[in-house]
């Protein structure tokens, strides 16, 4: 601990818990100071402490020692850059006396870095950052997925419901109007003194089995419509009900009219006993209705055919319709994530997609050897060598993938010499027009760049850009190219990757070819 800043009866003490630290480190700066109750004691805020910054300044610890106080101020500190810094003097406030603290020395040291075991990389490409500070792709999908499984928790509630619906659809018009009464019993309206709706299911299950078995304006008829409608047809003797049940009904019906539009409110046991009137007369009235001719029931059976038919083309349309929505919103949500293009390749294909996602192979090829991963293996192409070139060359070797002319093309080519030669790379640099030149190539850009694999081979990079004539579709085409070029073991060694500029995979996969490519007993 170092020790400073000792003012006027050592009222005011300063010390750093370390004089050296790394960079970035933190130094506690402490001040103790003691003084009377009654005085006031203002410490340093703010980056007084400059070169080095305040990270944070803590609350003051204060104790008593009799009639005086001893007030403890700490202070976090740090600094950035490696070097010596000097910790200005601090001014401190006590009562209406300022005093200032001693000047402190402190070293800030770089972080050694053994380069011997770090393995080094190469520096990667600039790539393009969204610069919003709200990543609404992230947060897309955390409001997206709720969405689509409550939206699925509705369509299986309704759905059942509708299931459950239609299934009493079918039912036949007394078994209906009897599981319409259980449910009123079921409802507890009554208790909940609801008479209004008690009396209106009442009424219209009353009404929807006539409406269904006998009269089939019976929902949109008036009380004494309805009543004087069965009269007829009791009349007519196509309904053998007693004058006695029709009175009943026509009793009930008439209270139900004034429970809805009179707000009357009969007693609980008047209710009851109206109920078991409706189910009397619903019961009686089946009775009644003479049993149906085969004519009938013929035509019938083809009604309720026809309306099932009709039905379940109506659910394959709708189901046909909805699925073909999901489809859609699903794309469009995927289209909306990740793009069109990229949802087209994947639903379509792309041959360069494909070989970016392939499972790639490393291999060596030629003498001296050149190790390179590919997606696909590299085809030898044969060279007759004449006779001259062979008093030179032991072999002349070349690998292909592709043309051209087309969306990607792999070449490596290795020359190995009878002796020893010198193989001069800025020559081969000179030359790489001419040999674009000679297979058709125009407008053709050189930029090239010193270049060294991760093992130490040393060699030229050389990239651009050019044109030619795709002979398919009679169009120039514009392609980007990458050459590594060494000079190695004795022989030379070359690999090419050239790339249509307007596919959006190509120059990553040629990227990532050139960064795999090594040659054996590279040192």
């Known amino acids: 601990m170092v020790l400073g800043g000792f003012q006027i009866n050592a009222q005011v003490v300063t010390s750093i818990d370390s004089t050296s630290i790394l960079i970035g480190e933190e130094i506690r700066y402490k001040m103790q100071v003691e003084s009377d109750s009654s005085e006031i004691v203002i410490f340093p805020e703010g980056q ?55 000047s402190l020395k402190v070293q800030v040291r770089d972080v050694l870095v053994d380069t011997t075991k770090q393995k080094m990389y190469e520096i990667k490409p600039l790539v393009e950052v969204d610069a919003s500070f709200f990543n609404w792709k992230k947060y897309l999908w955390w409001i997206l997925i709720p969405l689509i499984i409550a939206g699925l928790i509705v369509f299986f509630v309704l759905r059942r419901k509708k299931k459950k ?34 009396y209106s299911q009442l009424s219209d299950t009353a009404r929807k089995y006539i409406d269904e078995e006998v009269y089939d304006h019976a929902m949109e008829s008036t009380t004494d419509e309805l009543i004087a409608r069965l009269d007829e047809e009791i009349k007519k003797g196509s309904l053998n009900l007693d004058k006695q049940t029709i009175e009943e009904l026509k009793t009930v019906l ?12 009969p007693d609980i046991g008047t209710a009851k006993a109206d109920r078991n009137v409706i189910e009397r007369v619903i019961n009686e009235t089946k009775e009644a209705i003479p049993e149906p001719t085969e004519e009938e029931l013929l035509a019938d059976e083809e009604y309720r055919k026809a309306t099932a038919e009709k039905r379940l083309r109506k659910r394959i349309i ?57 997606p696909k293996v590299l085809i030898r192409n044969n060279f007759q060598l004449t006779e001259e070139q062979k008093q030179i060359l032991k072999g002349n070797e070349t690998f292909v993938y592709g043309s051209l002319i087309g969306n990607f093309f792999i070449s490596v080519s290795t020359v190995q010499y009878n002796q020893k030669t010198e193989v001069d790379l800025n020559k081969v640099v000179e030359g790489v027009v001419g040999n674009f030149e000679s297979q058709g190539a125009k407008n053709i850009t050189v930029k090239d760049e010193e270049y060294e694999t991760l093992a130490g081979a040393k060699g030229i990079k050389v990239y651009g850009s050019l044109e030619v004539m795709n002979s398919l579709t009679k169009k120039e085409q514009k392609s980007d190219y990458l050459m590594l070029n060494f000079a190695e073991n004795g022989g030379f060694q070359q690999i090419m990757v050239v790339f249509n500029k307007e596919d959006r995979y190509a120059k990553d996969v040629a990227q990532r070819i050139i960064n795999s490519v090594e040659l054996r007993n590279a040192k």
Do not use: C
């Open 318 to 374: 709708f189901g046909s319709i909805a699925g073909f929505g999901v489809i859609v919103i699903t794309l469009m949500i995927f289209i909306f994530v990740k793009g069109y293009d990229v949802v087209k390749d994947s639903l379509l294909g792309h041959p360069t997609k494909e070989l970016a996602e392939t499972e790639w192979i490393s291999s060596a090829y030629g003498a001296p050897p050149v190790t390179i991963s590919t």
């Open 48 to 102: 007084t402490f400059s070169p080095l910054e305040v990270i944070e300044s803590y609350k003051t610890d204060t104790t008593k020692n009799g009639k005086k106080f001893n007030l403890i101020k700490e202070y976090a500190l740090t600094q950035f850059d490696s070097g010596f810094y000097t910790i200005p003097r601090q001014k401190v406030m006590i009562g209406d006396r300022v005093f200032f603290t001693d």
């Open 254 to 265: 008439k209270t139900a009219d004034m429970a809805k539009f009179a707000k009357s409110k």
């Open 165 to 198: 619906e239609a299934q009493e659809d079918e039912l036949p018009p007394y078994e209906r109007a009897i599981l319409a009464l259980r449910r009123i019993d079921e409802s507890h309206l009554l208790e909940q003194d609801s008479h209004k709706e008690y």
